[in-house]
């Protein structure tokens, strides 16, 4: 009998050790959004990223800084890989890109690609229309400058981002300083953009 109820007191309490086991366990494991991204990986994105693009990844118009949220991983990696190499952010009068390039430098390759990881769990944000614009003219512009990288849809590739996905401040920023489209100028843009709507 005395066996029987040892039996018994050690079943129960290992029964009991198991459930809390897995209960102080389960406490333990970060969090998750749709099954992607811990709690860390937030807090990576929370504390460099969302300080200049946003807690959802939607950029600040006010400090002129593109929507991040639903872009491309591959597109993602490529422009930080250009700020950590000095492609981008290196010039004296790109002050949005010094900070990004000093902001990427700080972070080690593991921070970035969990806030990468991050990244791709936003959801999609559509962005309020701001420009006006000469419609025609605009798809006139979009068809010879830029549709060959963007595509006829503004879709991209994995060669070039999507057209309309960059807020309108940023995009005119990227049109007005790119060296193939010297001749395009910050004027035309809002003509250009008209044809993505």
């Known amino acids: 009998m005395k066996s029987h109820t040892l039996l018994i007191s050690l079943g129960l309490g290992f029964l009991i050790l ?3 086991g897995f ?3 389960w406490q333990e494991i970060p969090t998750t959004r749709q099954g ?3 709690l860390q990986t937030k807090n990576v994105f929370q504390t460099t990223c969302a300080t200049c693009h946003g807690e959802k990844g939607e950029g600040i118009q006010e400090l002129m800084t593109p929507s991040i949220a ?3 991983r591959w597109y993602l990696e490529e422009q930080i890989q250009k700020f950590r190499n000095g492609q981008r952010g290196n ?3 790109d002050l949005n890109g010094q900070k990004m390039r000093a902001a990427i430098s700080a972070l080690s390759a593991d921070e970035i690609n969990e806030a990468l990881d991050y990244i791709k769990i936003l959801p999609v944000l559509s962005h309020a229309s701001t420009l006006l614009g000469d419609a025609e003219r605009g798809y006139q512009l979009y068809y010879d400058n830029c549709m060959a990288c963007h595509r006829f849809n503004g879709h991209g590739e994995v060669a070039s981002s999507e057209a309309h996905h960059s807020m ?4 005119g920023i990227c049109l007005s300083s790119s060296r193939n ?12 953009i008209a044809a993505l709507r």
Not at 181 to 192: Q, T
């Open 18 to 20: 198991t459930v809390l």
């Open 23 to 25: 209960f102080f366990q």
């Open 36 to 38: 992607l991204g811990t």
């Open 70 to 72: 639903s872009l491309p």
């Open 91 to 93: 010039h004296p009068k």
């Open 168 to 171: 309108v401040c940023k995009t």
């Open 181 to 192: 489209l010297k001749k395009v100028s910050v004027a035309i843009i809002p003509m250009m």
